[in-house]
Every structure is written in structure tokens, then in C-alpha cells.
């Protein structure tokens, strides 16, 4: 194919108008957003005398930015239908062309029919593979597409009535000449929607299904934190899905048709949703591992004032904001839990997430850690970007000690440690407010934290996690039996008296090992010639409980090292 027809047929691709059909109705969770981009896009397409009475130049461009599948596109289509504008599309990807000069003459094109055609609307998908910064980028190609993009731009007015919309989900990423005013003058972030936002989505997307009585949309909206509207597609396709394989057995795939009383019966319950919703990641949740823990209070034993001071310092602000906020209350932004390895500091965390039903992120001090200057500091900044995303969010530090140690102590890291712990005191200084994003940090050295990160506003809860006493050692006993099949000689308080020192996780242990111990010396009579034993008989005593005692020891003789200023 030679260089001319290839350029054709690129643009013909490129050029190709797609049936316009989405509607301001087809957008949910973005009132605020769409109004912004309507007074930058639709008030200059179609009034444009209210500007030159003005005296000023109509925006040109408008820059679209936030996660992947938060309608970003969706809403440019909308404005084009609404507007009855011309509406051409450019994939960043494929205008891109190896020959010289031909990705400047596809942009040129499009511009071109844009403006024979106004009022047009040109949206740029992916600006940021076209037009990353120039100093970034080592291909000619790249800094060629830029450059002929600021012409373009630079340009509009005297094109008439023709609008620009480019969309990214790396907006740090686009040459910063293309960012200036008479360009891409207006950001509008597209963000996660929130609660009532995943509501009006829900609702967009099964208007036209068949809703059983049980089915709460607000519930669903609830129980979907992270979801964008393009996971919350999804999700109504695939609980659509589950209704139908519930009625799967009573279809008859012979028949060219599909009795009248099946079609009739199909609705999507609550459990078609709850299914769905298990095998769905969000999108905004994906890079980052983000979890919504399944831990309870029950499933901790003891510890009983330090759930108190998470249940307040957490809970509370995200179960009662109009109290804090009658109040004047500015909830905790960071606590710290301190003790010896092993005493639930971990369960803690992931439980306070559970009950205030947050998502949770865990980070283990180390991970961060780059030898490359400014790497870490950006997973500490990406970190509290998908918090802030997906709030409300609890972000656990464990071994924080590892990451944020008193600056000025040890210089064998070449300064990654101090600059990390720079850019925690930034994030939790809230240069970008931590709303309903609360820091746990755990440590069992509490003395090597940075004094800078202990003070009011920061880190400025302490708790303390010790060892627990013979009540919470039966407690945690009990937990960590309760699945288990126990004999009748089982006295859980007599092993909650012979464990003195022992800590959680040394006591799930024990009850790890006799359950062990029992499968072994099932296995053996069970391979005995002759036997016939099934795993019913399985029972755990109080021999197995004793000799797993004598294997496994405390793992810690006391509450570790301790500093005066996190004594309560």
C-alpha cells in the first residue's frame, strides 16, 4: 500500500462520525462536571454573539481528566448530541503514523472537516499518548504531533465554531504548552463518583430492566465503593446474567423460541446483584491493591480499649459527620498503633475498615522503599491518590518505622527514607484534603518514628497494643477454635492460664498446630492396613492442645521498646 492510500484510509478512519444517540439522561453522578463542561463547550457552539458582546474569545479546548471509565467520552458524546454538533473522534494511538509528516496531516484533516462543518466538536481520546511532555519523549514523531497540535489550537478562532475536548487519565503526563489558557484552558477533573453518584448510575443503567422487590438500589450503591460507571455497567449486565442462569434449566435450547411465562418470570433480585458484585474489580481499584476487609470485632480477641478508641477516632466521624461538623470537631486524620509483633495491630485495622464499611489499603513499610531518586516518593503519592479515589478509605502503614525514621539518623539509604518521610508529612498535611481517608500506621519500634510525624494533625492518635491478659488470651482462644471440632476435655481457660505472654498470633498458632496434629494422626490410621476411619471422627483434645503448647512458644517477653511520649 503506498504512502497515500494508507493516509486515506487512516483518515477515513479517523474521520468516521459515529451515530450520535447518548443524551445528557445517559449521565449520572456528574450534575456538577457536565455543567461545567456545558458552559466551556455548548454555550460557545450555540451562542457565540454572548461572548463577542462580551468582548472576550470563546474557551477553545477543554481538558477532561480522571480514572479510566468515569464518562469521560460518554459526556462528549452527549454534548455533541445535544448540541446537534459535527463530532469527529481522534484515538491518540492511531494517529500516530511512522511515515513523515502524515500524523500532522491526519490532525489537520480532522480539524479541517470540523470546521467546514461547525458547529464541530473534536475530541481527542488519550491526549497523553499523542502529546506527552517534550522533554520526556526521545521520538521525533511525538514532538512533531505536539507541535502541529499548538498550531491547530492556536488557530481555532479563526476556524468558527469548533470546540476541543481531549481526555486523559495521566494529565501530568501532556505537554504543559498544551495546558495554558487559549489552548486547554479549562481542567475539569471526572472522578469516582461517590455514593449518591453510583446510585443515579445504577439507576441510568437498569431502567430498562426487570427489577425484582427486593432489589435496594441505595444498598447496591453502597456496597459498590471504587465502582465507576463502566464497572457499574458491567455489574448490571452481569447480575442480568445470573437471572438467566437461574431460569437456565427451564429454557429448551431446541425451541426456536422462549415460552411467554419464562420471559415473564425474569427479574434481577438482590442475590443476581450480590453474586455479580463479588466477581467484579473495580476499575479504580485495580493498581493499587485495595481490599474491603471481611473482619469484625468478634473475630478479635481482647483489646477492648483499644476498639473503643478506633470505633471513635474512625466510625464515628464517617457514622455521624453532622455531629462533628455542629460540633466543629475535625475528625483524626492518622492514628498509630504501637506494641510487640503479633498483637493484632493488623486485625485492628482491617476491622475499623470493616465495620465503617471503607476500603482498605495496605502497605508494608519495605514495598515503598526505591532506590531510584523520587520513586518513592511517588508510590507515597500514588497511594494517597487511589485513598482519596475510592474514600472512604483506611491506608495501613505497616512497620512504619521502616519508611519514616527520625530524619538525620541514618544516612545509608542515600536520603530515600528522609524524602519519604517529606512526602507523608505533605500527604497528611492534606495539600489535597484526606476527606474520609484516615492513616493507620503500625510499629512495634515507636521511638524511631520521625518526631514530625507524631504531632496534632498527622499521626495524633497513639494506641497502644500489648500483650494480652488471661481474659483476652481466652477470648482469642475461643475465636480461633470456634471452627474447629473440640473433645469434651477441652477447658479453653486453663489454656488461657498456661499461656502467660503469649500473644494472637502465637495463640492462632497453637490452635493451628493441634489441628495438625489431629489431621496427622488421623492420616495414619486411615492408611493403616484394613482401616476404614472417616474425617467425622476428627476431634481435637486436650493432648493436642498440650503438645502443640510444648512446640510453639510466646513470641514476645514483654511489651517491646516503648517511648515515654506514647505512654497514655
Request: with cysteine.
Amino acid at each position: 500500500m503506498d504512502s497515500e492510500s494508507a493516509t486515506e484510509e487512516l483518515s477515513e478512519e479517523i474521520r468516521a462520525v459515529e451515530s450520535l444517540t447518548t443524551t445528557y439522561e445517559d449521565i449520572g453522578g456528574l450534575t456538577d462536571e457536565l455543567a461545567q463542561v456545558r458552559e466551556m463547550v455548548e454555550l460557545p457552539l450555540n451562542h457565540p454573539e454572548l461572548f463577542r458582546a462580551l468582548g472576550i474569545n470563546p474557551p477553545n479546548g477543554v481538558l477532561l481528566h480522571g480514572p479510566p471509565g468515569t464518562g469521560k467520552t460518554l459526556m462528549a458524546r452527549a454534548i455533541a448530541s445535544e448540541t446537534n454538533a459535527y463530532f469527529e473522534t481522534i484515538s491518540g494511538p492511531e494517529v500516530v503514523s511512522k511515515y513523515y509528516g502524515e500524523s500532522e496531516e491526519h490532525l489537520r484533516d480532522v480539524f479541517d472537516e470540523a470546521a467546514e462543518n461547525e458547529p464541530g466538536i473534536v475530541l481527542i481520546d488519550e491526549l497523553d499518548s499523542i502529546a506527552p511532555k517534550r522533554e520526556d519523549t526521545t521520538g521525533e514523531v511525538e514532538r512533531r504531533i505536539v507541535a502541529q497540535l499548538l498550531s491547530l489550537m492556536d488557530g481555532l478562532d479563526e476556524r468558527g465554531r469548533v470546540a476541543v475536548i481531549g481526555t486523559t487519565n495521566r494529565v501530568n503526563a501532556i505537554d504543559p504548552a498544551l495546558r495554558r489558557p487559549g489552548r486547554f484552558g479549562r481542567e475539569i477533573e471526572i472522578g469516582v463518583p461517590n455514593e449518591n453518584g453510583r446510585e443515579e448510575i445504577l439507576r441510568i443503567h437498569t431502567r430498562g430492566m426487570p427489577l425484582a422487590d427486593d432489589l435496594d438500589l441505595e444498598a447496591c450503591a453502597e456496597h459498590s465503593h471504587g465502582f465507576v460507571g463502566a464497572d457499574i455497567e458491567n455489574l448490571t449486565k452481569e447480575s442480568a446474567m445470573h437471572t438467566l442462569r437461574r431460569v437456565r434449566p427451564d429454557l429448551d435450547f431446541d425451541s426456536e423460541t422462549i415460552d411467554a411465562e419464562v420471559l415473564a418470570s425474569l427479574s434481577v433480585t438482590a442475590t443476581d446483584f450480590t453474586q455479580a458484585l463479588k466477581g467484579i474489580e473495580p476499575s479504580a481499584l485495580r493498581e493499587v491493591f485495595v481490599e474491603i476487609p471481611n473482619v469484625s470485632w468478634e473475630d478479635i480477641g481482647g483489646l477492648g480499649a483499644a476498639k473503643e478508641q478506633l470505633q471513635q477516632t474512625i466510625q464515628w466521624p464517617l457514622a455521624y459527620p453532622e455531629a462533628f461538623e455542629r460540633a466543629n470537631v475535625t475528625p483524626a486524620t492518622g492514628v498509630l498503633l504501637y506494641g510487640p509483633p503479633g498483637t493484632g495491630k493488623t486485625l485492628l485495622a482491617k476491622a475499623v475498615a470493616s465495620e465503617a464499611q471503607s476500603n482498605f489499603i495496605s502497605i508494608k513499610g519495605p514495598e515503598l522503599l526505591d532506590r531510584y531518586v523520587g520513586e518513592s516518593e511517588r508510590g507515597v503519592r500514588e497511594v494517597f491518590s487511589k485513598a482519596r479515589e475510592n474514600a472512604p478509605t483506611v491506608v495501613f502503614f505497616d512497620e512504619i518505622d521502616a519508611i519514616a525514621g527520625e530524619r538525620g539518623r541514618d544516612m545509608s539509604d542515600a536520603g530515600v527514607s528522609e524524602r519519604v518521610v517529606s512526602q507523608l508529612l505533605i500527604e497528611l498535611d492534606g495539600l489535597e484534603p484526606l476527606e474520609d481517608v484516615v492513616v493507620i500506621a503500625a510499629t512495634n519500634r515507636p521511638d524511631l518514628i520521625d518526631d514530625a510525624l507524631a504531632r496534632p494533625g498527622r499521626l495524633d492518635r497513639y494506641i497502644h497494643v500489648g500483650t494480652p491478659d488471661a481474659t483476652a488470651r481466652r477470648e482469642i482462644f475461643a475465636i480461633h477454635a470456634r471452627d474447629r471440632p473440640l473433645g469434651d476435655d477441652i477447658d479453653l481457660d486453663t489454656f488461657a492460664s498456661q499461656t502467660d505472654g503469649y500473644v494472637g498470633a502465637d495463640i492462632e498458632a497453637v490452635c493451628r498446630e493441634a489441628a495438625s496434629i489431629a489431621v496427622r494422626e488421623f492420616v495414619r490410621l486411615a492408611t493403616a492396613d484394613g482401616a476404614t476411619v472417616s474425617p467425622e471422627t476428627i476431634e481435637l483434645t486436650r493432648d493436642h492442645f498440650e503438645r502443640a503448647l510444648s512446640e510453639i512458644e510466646s513470641g514476645t517477653t514483654g511489651d517491646g521498646h516503648r517511648s515515654n511520649r506514647f505512654e497514655s
